[in-house]
């Protein structure tokens, strides 16, 4: 055999080596089958995907929505009822103060009537 002989046999059998991977490469890809026989089915399934995957949006974003209009109103309600709250603190408030107003007036009285009993006292 020749130099060139060699070589050449060397080449063959790389080669053959390669593509006998290479064809084990391609039937591991083609481990499950194809899920639709031809374009058209896969273009319809396409469709219902997307037609589904839409109203599933849809049906998200609503409730969403929903969701956030309920919380609004919880918001409002609370609020309301803080306001009132106040309200009714700022009543408290102005009680508080007309009592205390009433309690020096009476303590002015007491102490006049006190001052008067003592002079009567005396006299």
């Not at 290479?22 to 194809?34: C, E, I, V």
């Not at 408290?92 to 102490?111: A, C, F, P, S, V």
């Amino acid at each position: 055999m020749t130099a060139i002989e060699t070589i050449n046999e060397t080449i063959n059998e790389t080669t053959q080596t390669e593509s006998s991977q290479t064809d084990s490469f391609s039937s591991a890809k083609q481990g499950h089958p194809k899920k639709y026989t031809d374009k058209e089915q896969a273009m319809i399934a396409a469709r219902e995907q997307r037609k589904n995957t839409r109203i599933r949006y849809k049906q998200n974003q609503t409730n969403y929505v929903s969701k956030v209009n309920d919380m609004q109103l919880l918001i409002i309600k609370k609020l309301k009822k803080i306001i009132v709250n106040i309200n009714d603190l700022i009543t408290i408030n102005e009680l508080i103060k007309k009592y205390d107003r009433l309690r020096e007036d009476d303590q002015d009285i007491n102490e006049d009537i006190n001052d008067d009993i003592i002079e009567q006292i005396n006299v």
